[in-house]
């Protein structure tokens, strides 16, 4: 089934917005597609610009791609109109349940939003800033619910996240721990271990996030820090 994504940004200081949109469909390419795919025209000298690009490359406010089978990352390139904050969302978004998770990563704050948890990202922009700043990670999981922690413990210890496996077979993953606001503290990847310890900078409440790669399950699960 084809998927289709919509991502706005809007500027709080002025209300002006601008949108993208993602298409995943088996007939479509990485190059230009004139059936689907559509040439961004930078509007207003006041409105923030939100576009990909395709491979030849071209600049894109509807860019239709290839059907992905496991994962796929694709720069997200954003111009400030005025510095100040400006706001990521969702509007739309279809054929998306298999997916396991939708990551933004924002190269320049060094932050990773999960955004099946979490619809909306909050970022301050400067005229001055690199337009590739972003880059959206997909993944597919199996048909199935996202992992279930009878297969494994996540949780805290003293200055430590831990993820010990229940179910006799090792870790091989992604263990990432972000505060609240969607910043990445700390990440490691696991590789054949029974239990991994990770070192959290600072005291709080956490959102611990263990990506199981060969099962492709993700399990969440928000920890203490003391």
């Known amino acids: 089934a084809m998927r289709s994504l919509k991502l706005k940004t809007t500027s709080l200081a002025n209300s002006f917005s601008d949108e993208t949109i993602l298409i995943f469909s088996p007939e479509a390419t990485h190059s230009y597609d004139p059936d689907y795919d559509a040439y961004k025209f930078f509007g207003g000298a006041q409105a923030p610009q ?41 509007t739309e978004r279809v054929n998306f349940e298999d997916v396991s998770y939708i990551l933004l990563e924002d190269k320049k704050d060094g932050v990773i939003v999960d955004l099946t948890i979490k619809d909306k990202y909050e970022f301050f922009a400067s005229m001055l800033d690199d337009p590739g700043r972003f880059i959206l990670h997909f993944k597919i999981t199996t048909p199935s619910v996202p992992g279930g922690l009878s297969d494994l413990h996540i ?10 496996s229940l179910s ?9 721990v972000h505060d609240l606001m969607g910043r990445l503290q700390a990440s490691a990847d696991i590789n054949a271990e029974m239990q991994y310890e990770l070192k959290v900078p600072g005291k709080g409440v956490y959102i611990a996030t263990y990506i199981d790669i060969p099962n492709k399950k993700v399990y969440h699960k928000k920890v203490l820090i003391k």
């Open 50 to 90: 939100l576009y990909t690009f395709s491979d030849d490359p071209i600049e894109l406010s509807i860019n239709a791609l290839p059907t992905f089978t496991d994962s796929i990352a694709i720069p997200l390139y954003h111009q400030a109109a005025l510095d100040g904050i400006y706001t990521f969302q969702f």
């Open 155 to 164: 949780y805290a210890s003293e200055q430590s996240v831990i993820v010990k």
């Open 168 to 176: 006799g077979n090792l870790l091989n993953g992604e263990l990432m």
